[in-house]
């Protein structure tokens, strides 16, 4: 009579364990860049307001120059006054005006794996009575770790 094996042997838990070991040595680096990823998220939601009133002063004043189009002025909310979440004080800040350019940086705090990153934004409009069209620029530390 032959005897039926059952259960696995140690050898083949061994595998399963191995091939569950390489899974999570994969999986956890690519979980830690999603949480920071959605994390940052917030700060580039909080930059929607600043683009807003950007966009609203150029079209009512023809210009984006600082004397008329920057924080506080024709509708563009004031800098960030205190930390709201993961966006740090002084988030929003409107510089380097040109008659047709604004720059609009937002900072996360250095919390929650966040190390005061920045968003950078150039707005550039092709004339008077355009829309400007943002674009990340290339200065902004959030690129190189991937997170916005």
């Given at each position: 009579?032959q005897q039926v094996?059952?259960?696995?042997?140690?050898?083949?838990?061994?595998?399963?364990?191995?091939?569950?070991?390489?899974?999570?040595?994969?999986?956890?680096p690519a979980y830690?860049?999603?949480?920071?990823?959605a994390r940052f998220?917030?700060?580039?939601?909080?930059?929607?307001?600043?683009?807003?009133?950007?966009?609203?002063?150029?079209?009512?004043?023809?210009?984006?120059?600082?004397?008329?189009?920057?924080?506080?002025?024709?509708?563009?909310?004031?800098?960030?006054?205190?930390?709201?979440?993961?966006?740090?004080?002084?988030?929003?800040?409107?510089?380097?005006?040109?008659?047709?350019?604004?720059?609009?940086?937002?900072?996360?705090?250095?919390?929650?794996?966040?190390?005061?990153?920045?968003?950078?934004?150039?707005?550039?409009?092709?004339?008077?009575?355009?829309?400007?069209?943002?674009?990340?620029?290339?200065?902004?530390?959030?690129?190189?770790?991937?997170?916005?």
């Open positions: 009579m094996q059952k259960g696995f042997t140690l050898i083949e838990l061994m595998i399963v364990v191995a091939i569950i070991g390489i899974l999570a040595a994969v999986a956890v830690q860049t999603y949480t920071l990823k998220s917030e700060v580039v939601s909080a930059a929607a307001p600043y683009k807003l009133g950007v966009e609203l002063c150029f079209q009512e004043q023809g210009t984006l120059a600082a004397a008329s189009c920057t924080n506080g002025l024709g509708g563009i909310p004031a800098v960030t006054a205190a930390a709201d979440g993961v966006v740090a004080a002084g988030s929003g800040a409107i510089s380097a005006n040109g008659p047709l350019t604004a720059t609009i940086t937002m900072t996360a705090t250095a919390t929650n794996g966040l190390n005061s990153q920045n968003y950078i934004l150039v707005g550039t409009a092709a004339g008077i009575g355009r829309p400007i069209v943002w674009a990340k620029s290339a200065a902004s530390t959030c690129i190189a770790p991937g997170i916005c």
